[in-house]
Every structure is written in structure tokens, then in C-alpha cells.
């Protein structure tokens, strides 16, 4: 099915998934603060991640560059001159717009037709002043990209591990912009996350980085397949040439089909050895490989595999929402794949008044949460409603300790129902194979 902007947002919001960043002084448009919930998502797609890309390869070396960098860095990489988006202005209200969001003959804020002057360039990046005197040479800028703090050390790595070509550096970390007109939830924020990978390669074998490119666009799909996205809302976009960032050779794009449009989730670029050549030109550092076999020193060129974290979460949210039933057992589920479902199961006494029944359901919680660490306790409102309520933060499983797990019919002693999120069929299952069945589900 089909969910709206609205339904997401206020789910979000109803269940502490993520709310407006500043709320209770109206909010600061273009960011958003996460609650306990949206943190174990997004922690889960971000660990995900990481297993898949760097600890699951062996040519990969982490990375966690500072946010904040000589601002020699942002010159040299062409971030000052040329990170910018057209903006227009009403001549009427004074709203602005990035020009290629809207359509120019009308204002969207106050109606008025034909009443924007030419575009000019606004640069996107947060300035600021590092240290007590404001002067230029104190200034710099929050990173619109985690990409630059890999290159930048790009020879740190090659100094002190030595790797052989090829082999990438990845990192996970905020980026900032500021965007002329943040919108659609998180997916356009003004400070979000990204998950980077620079991947450098010999550029003397043009047919094996060709190679290496498509093989970084399929590990970027085997990745949305992992977080359960439905590949039918995945679409391959060859970016042509006037479109592309002037120093990528190739850049594929993938878009997702958001509640409002296609747009795009991750890029993939080729972006030769543009970066590595123009820090070497700016620093005075020699960026170069030494080729041990040829002998030869060259400059590797980089593919970049770029994630936005804040567009993953959203598209995971809009790919897992669901509604079924009618009347009274009408119900709004997240189907979220196990694998990055904030909670993995949810465990309840049938009655919260029977000690008895809360002792064993407690005991159960400990043993489950000690190994799965993801567990919920819930002992609120009746068996119906702890359903209700789990099913609409994606919980797969529910656990309920009832009397016939304290033996009141013998032969189900130290059984338990298990309830699966998605058909709503309940099944008993032992003490002893509960552990072993949610490990086999929850992989
Ligand atoms: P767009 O055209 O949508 O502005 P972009 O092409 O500028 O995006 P890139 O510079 O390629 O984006 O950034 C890499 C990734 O970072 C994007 O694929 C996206 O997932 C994420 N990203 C970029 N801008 C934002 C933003 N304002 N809010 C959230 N995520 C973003």
C-alpha cells in the first residue's frame, strides 16, 4: 500500500520515533531530533552498513574525520567556489526557493504570478569562526560532505597500513548544508548523516575500474535488499553527462519512490583523481601510490558509494508501513525486515496483577534481553492493545507468559504464545527453544 508524508510524520512523531529539532521554541526548519526508537533504527541501518562494507571486506579502513577542517580544504576541493544551489526570491513576500524546486511563475507562499527576479548562486555551506578573534583566516565551515576528510587522509592510511590498490576508505558521519528550502520530513535536512566510502583504483586499467564500478552499484543494491526495501521502489539512474558533477567520469544515482516522487536515496561517482590531484596541488603533500611492481608512482582514481542515512531511515519507514483490518481490528503496522526493527520482540504477562505470571515473564525478559539486547517489556493495557502498540513500531514478535505457562494445563508447562507481527497467528513454543527460534528469525 501506498502511505501519505502525513501518515509517516505523525507515526514518527505519536510513537518517539523522530520530532521537529527545537520544538518546544517552534522548531528550527531543516532539522530533526531523534527519539529512543528512530535512534535503534537508525543504529541499525548505520551497524548494517558497516558489517556489509567494512568489517564484511577486507580492503576497506575506517575513518572518523573532525567536522571541522582548515578551510584550505574546502577551497582546494572547490566547495567554495562552486558548492552553490540557484536561489530566486519573491519580489512580493521575499520567500526563496532553489529555482529547479519550483515552478518560477507562480510563488507558492503567496500566490503572486511572475514575480521572480534572476536566479544568483547561494553557497550551501554553514560558516563559522574557529577560535576567539573573527577574522578570515579563523574561518571555516561545517562539512557538507564526510567525503573530504578521507582524502585528506588518504596518505595518513597509506603511511602507516600500506595497503595495495585497490582498497577504500569509509566513514560514517554528519554533514551539514544549508538548504534553501528543507522539505519533504528528513529527506532534505539542513544536518543529516552520511555513510561514505572513497574506493581508489589503479587508473592504468580502465576495463578493471569499470569493473570495480558496477561491482559497488550491486553491493549498494544487496544493501537496500538487506534492509528489506521492495526492489520495485528501487530505480538505476545513469546520470548524463551535463547533469553530473563536472569531475565525475560516471555517476549512477539510485532513486527511491518516496510518498512524494522519485527521488534520489544513494549515488555512485566516478570522480577520477580530481580530489587527490587538487589537495596535492593546494597542501604540497604528495598524494601519490608507489607502484612496488612498475616501480611507477601514480595518482589513484576514487569511486564513491554515497548513503544518506536520514533518506535510508525514511525509505525503510514508507517501504515497511501497512494498514489491514477493518472497523475494530483495523490496525497500522510497520512490516520492518528483523534485521533493523528497533525492538526484536516483546515480552508480557498475560495479567500485570499475578505476580506469579509477572515473576516469570520478568525472568523470561532477562534471559532474552541479556542475548538479543533489543527486547521490550510491556504490561500495559490488555494482550489487544500491547499488540496493537508493537505492531505499530515493527516489532516482529510478541511473547505472552499466560497461566498455562506456569502449568495450569501440565503439558504446555514452560510454553509460551509467540505472536508473528505480520499474519497475527500466535503459536506455543517451549522455554528452551524460544532463544533458538527468535535467532533463526531474527538473522
Ligand atoms: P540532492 O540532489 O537531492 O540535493 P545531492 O545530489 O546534492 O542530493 P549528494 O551531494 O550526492 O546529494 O549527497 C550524497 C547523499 O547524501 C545523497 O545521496 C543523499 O542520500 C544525502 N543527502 C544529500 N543532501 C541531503 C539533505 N539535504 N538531507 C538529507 N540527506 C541528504
Not at 165 to 178: E, M, S, V, Y
Not at 358 to 366: D, G, T
Not at 393 to 416: A, K, M, Q, R, S
Not at 430 to 438: C, E, H, V
Request: net charge negative; hydrophobic share 40%; proline share 4%.
Amino acid at each position: 500500500m501506498s502511505v501519505t508524508m502525513e501518515q509517516l510524520v505523525s507515526l514518527c512523531k505519536r510513537r518517539g520515533f523522530i520530532f521537529q529539532g527545537s520544538e518546544i521554541y517552534g522548531g528550527l526548519a531543516g532539522t530533526w531530533d531523534y527519539g529512543p526508537l528512530g535512534v535503534a533504527l537508525k543504529n541499525n541501518i548505520k551497524n548494517l552498513w558497516w558489517k556489509q562494507f567494512v568489517d564484511g571486506r577486507n580492503d576497506m579502513y575506517a575513518v572518523d574525520a573532525a567536522i571541522l577542517m582548515n578551510q584550505a580544504v574546502w577551497k582546494a576541493s572547490g566547495h567554495v567556489a562552486g558548492f552553490n544551489d540557484p536561489l530566486v526570491e519573491c519580489s512580493k513576500c521575499k520567500a526563496r526557493f532553489r529555482e529547479d524546486q519550483i515552478d518560477t511563475s507562480v510563488c507558492p507562499v503567496c500566490d503572486e504570478k511572475g514575480t521572480f527576479g534572476p536566479a544568483r548562486q547561494f553557497n550551501m555551506m554553514f560558516k563559522t569562526s574557529i577560535g576567539a578573534v573573527e577574522s578570515e583566516d579563523a574561518m571555516s565551515y561545517l562539512r557538507p560532505e564526510t567525503a573530504q576528510g578521507m582524502f585528506v587522509n588518504f596518505k595518513n592510511i597509506l603511511d602507516t597500513y600500506h595497503p595495495k590498490l585497490p582498497f577504500g576508505l569509509a566513514q560514517i558521519g554528519k554533514a551539514f548544508r544549508n538548504e534553501i528550502a528543507p522539505r519533504d520530513f528528513v529527506f532534505r535536512s539542513r544536518e543529516f548523516e552520511q555513510m561514505e566510502i572513497e574506493y581508489f583504483v589503479d587508473p592504468r586499467d580502465e576495463g578493471a575500474a569499470a569493473q570495480t564500478f558496477d561491482a559497488l552499484y550491486d553491493e549498494q543494491l544487496r544493501f537496500l535488499s538487506v534492509l528489506g526495501l521492495s526492489s520495485a521502489n528501487v530505480h538505476k539512474i545513469d546520470v548524463p553527462a551535463e547533469d553530473r558533477a563536472h569531475y565525475s567520469k560516471r555517476s549512477v544515482d539510485t532513486e527511491y519512490d518516496f510518498p512524494f516522487g522519485q527521488k534520489e536515496l544513494l549515488g555512485l561517482a566516478y570522480r577520477t583523481d580530481y580530489d587527490l590531484a587538487a589537495h596535492a596541488t593546494a597542501s604540497g603533500a604528495d598524494l601519490s601510490y608507489f607502484d612496488e611492481e612498475t616501480k611507477e608512482r601514480i595518482v589513484p582514481h576514487c569511486i564513491e558509494p554515497t548513503f544518506g542515512v536520514e533518506r535510508l531511515v525514511l525509505a525503510v519507514l514508507s517501504d515497511a508501513y501497512r494498514e489491514d483490518g477493518e472497523g475494530e481490528n483495523k490496525r497500522t503496522y510497520l512490516q520492518f525486515a528483523p534485521t533493523v526493527a528497533p525492538i526484536k520482540a516483546c515480552v508480557s504477562p498475560l495479567l500485570k496483577n499475578k505476580p506469579e505470571l509477572v515473576a516469570k515473564a520478568q525472568e523470561v525478559f532477562a534471559v532474552l534481553k541479556s542475548r538479543f539486547s533489543a527486547i521490550a517489556y510491556d504490561d500495559n493495557g490488555n494482550i489487544g492493545k500491547r499488540y496493537r502498540r508493537q505492531d505499530e513500531i515493527g516489532t516482529p514478535y510478541c511473547i505472552v507468559i499466560d497461566f498455562d505457562t506456569l502449568g495450569e494445563i501440565p503439558e504446555l508447562v514452560d510454553t509460551v504464545t509467540v505472536r508473528d507481527r505480520d499474519s497475527g497467528t500466535q503459536q506455543r513454543i517451549s522455554l528452551a527453544d524460544l532463544g533458538a527460534f527468535l535467532a533463526e528469525k531474527l538473522q
